[in-house]
């Protein structure tokens, strides 16, 4: 209950504050408006009369939901492995490593451009932005948690006659979980800022080309209501990744506690 005291602080003076249409000018509306408008959004008669912002929420929500959820599985395919091959290898993080610390640096808006040039206006461009900005996070946290693996547990599995494969993905893998969800729970907050970038520029449809196109138009409730969404959204993947951890990784509490 503590973690929803500054929240509803903000949003009382906030509706205090913009009550009588001061608050910025009168450009920013008050909570009880910004609430009408997503409830109209969400739950109004689809296309009612000129008004794409009536019963279309769900639309955006799923288009954009189901694009990250695609981006962030092709960086997990991608970062997980790698992250622990140049983390465990040492010919492989000198042929690697170089080229993704190159690359990493370049922001995602600079990736907009190619992404458009090869994949057009599509959910492509957006899922290959959203893979992109995941990978990094990922990539760097799985290669510190693979290089940081007890040294001592990897002599004991190898005097137990563990092979280099065998230790690899009994005693690597299993020790830089803890990073590589780390990694994830970054990569996913980052996924989301992606798909939002894509869908103002490279897609015509989701959550931020709603964000987009509103605050064209001057709906700065639907703005704030989308806005509100994507942090939703982020929230609630994150809860998942942790839950995901906390099952997966269960022993770590256990050890704790002894």
């Not at 009612?48 to 279309?56: D, E, H, I």
């Not at 806005?227 to 998942?240: F, N, P, Q, V, Y």
Request: zero cysteines; aromatic letters at 10%; a positive charge.
């Amino acid at each position: 209950m503590i973690a929803l005291v500054l929240p509803v602080v903000v949003l009382v003076i906030w509706q205090l504050g913009g009550t009588n249409g001061s608050l910025f000018g009168g450009v920013l509306p008050t909570p009880a408006k910004v609430l009408k408008g997503w409830e109209t959004w969400a739950f109004g008669s689809k296309g009612m009369g000129l008004n794409p912002y009536s019963g279309t929420w769900w639309a955006s929500l799923r288009f954009s939901t189901i694009r990250v959820a695609e981006g962030f599985a092709v960086a997990i395919v991608i970062a997980v492995p790698t992250g622990i091959i140049i983390g465990w290898n040492r010919l492989a993080a000198q042929a690697v490593d170089p080229t993704i610390q190159l690359l990493r640096p370049v922001p995602i808006t600079a990736w907009l451009p190619f992404s458009i040039a090869v994949f057009g206006i599509s959910s492509f461009g957006a899922i290959f932005l959203i893979a992109l900005g995941a990978f990094y996070p990922i990539v760097i946290n799985t290669t510190q948690g693979a290089r940081d693996v007890d040294k001592n547990l990897v002599r004991a599995a190898r005097m137990l006659g563990a092979s280099r494969q065998g230790v690899l993905m009994r005693v690597v893998v299993p020790s830089a979980l803890p990073s590589i969800f780390t990694g994830l729970r970054i990569g996913l907050g980052i996924g989301w800022t992606a798909v939002i970038v894509a869908e103002m520029v490279a897609v015509k449809s989701g959550l931020g080309y709603v964000l987009w196109d509103a605050y064209y138009v001057g709906r700065m409730d639907i703005v704030i209501a989308d806005m509100a969404t994507i942090g939703l959204m982020g929230l609630l993947s994150d809860r998942i990744i942790l839950f995901v951890e906390y099952r997966l990784l269960n022993w770590r509490a256990v050890a704790g506690a002894r």
